[in-house]
């Protein structure tokens, strides 16, 4: 049974890092393309970024661009987000997924999902 379980979340103030990590198991990791996503309150899901099988090739949305950094360590079977320049408008709920199409930014390209850990970046 696959399961991801996300980790790292906080409280930050604006300005701040943090770094999330998910770890998998039940499936073969270095197989799948891995995303990141958030849920804010009120709003859809949105894509946040994703990285394929060999941690060779990322995807970033145009607003975390040069402050986030996804990565991934297969040997652990743990993707990672590293989140600088924290902004207000980062808070969300974040979840990683498993890729069933690539290093895509459809949701509905994705197949096994976290629980999701909680940011909250303070002004």
């Known amino acids: 049974q696959v399961q991801l379980v996300e980790s790292g979340g906080g409280l930050v103030q604006a300005g701040g890092s943090l770094r999330l990590s998910c770890a998998a198991s039940?499936?073969?990791?270095?197989?799948?393309?891995m995303g990141w996503f958030r849920q804010a309150p009120g709003k859809e899901r949105a894509f946040v970024a994703a990285i394929n099988w060999s941690g060779r090739s990322t995807y970033y949305t145009d607003s975390v661009k040069g402050r986030f950094t996804i990565s991934r360590d297969n040997a652990k079977n743990t993707v990672y987000l590293q989140m600088n320049i924290l902004k207000p408008e980062d808070t969300a709920v974040y979840y990683c997924a498993r890729s069933s199409r690539g290093y895509v930014n459809n949701p509905s390209d994705y197949d096994y999902w976290g629980q999701g850990t909680q940011v909250t970046v303070s002004s």
């Open positions: 039940g499936l073969t990791f270095n197989s799948y393309a």
